[in-house]
């Protein structure tokens, strides 16, 4: 079973930027889609951005413009970008994996707050 432990998250102003990483504790070749979602309070938990084995991307219209997903298969590792963040980008940020046979994503990391102030 791979882990996964997201970091980078903290208390940023509006306008700022913030990188999260998501680090595996195997190889992320074992996912067909790694992405990032976000919980904000009371809120339900929505997909931010998403990135293919193939490196295909894709984004919520919140996101884009603004976030970038990218990995390094060395080191087995996802990151997202947020740049020009926003107080409506608050919430718990959490990395998950997609098998390949899986209908949804079955693997999680713990999550990371991130908190835009204005």
């Known amino acids: 079973q791979v882990q996964l432990v997201e970091s980078g998250g903290g208390l940023v102003q509006a306008g700022g930027s913030l990188r999260l990483s998501c680090a595996a504790s195997?190889?992320?070749?074992?996912?067909?889609?790694m992405a990032w979602h976000r919980q904000a309070p009371g809120k339900q938990r929505d997909l931010v951005a998403l990135?293919?084995?193939?490196?295909?991307?894709n984004y919520a219209d919140s996101a884009k413009g603004r976030f970038t997903i990218s990995r390094d298969n060395a080191k087995n590792t996802v990151y997202l970008q947020m740049n020009n963040l926003k107080p409506e980008d608050t919430g718990v940020y959490y990395c998950?994996?997609?098998?390949?046979?899986?209908?949804?994503?079955?693997?999680w990391g713990q999550g990371t707050q991130v908190t835009v102030s204005s």
């Open positions: 998950a994996g997609k098998r390949i046979a899986e209908v949804g994503f079955g693997s």
């Open positions: 195997g190889s992320i070749f074992t996912f067909a889609a």
């Open positions: 990135i293919l084995s193939r490196g295909n991307t």
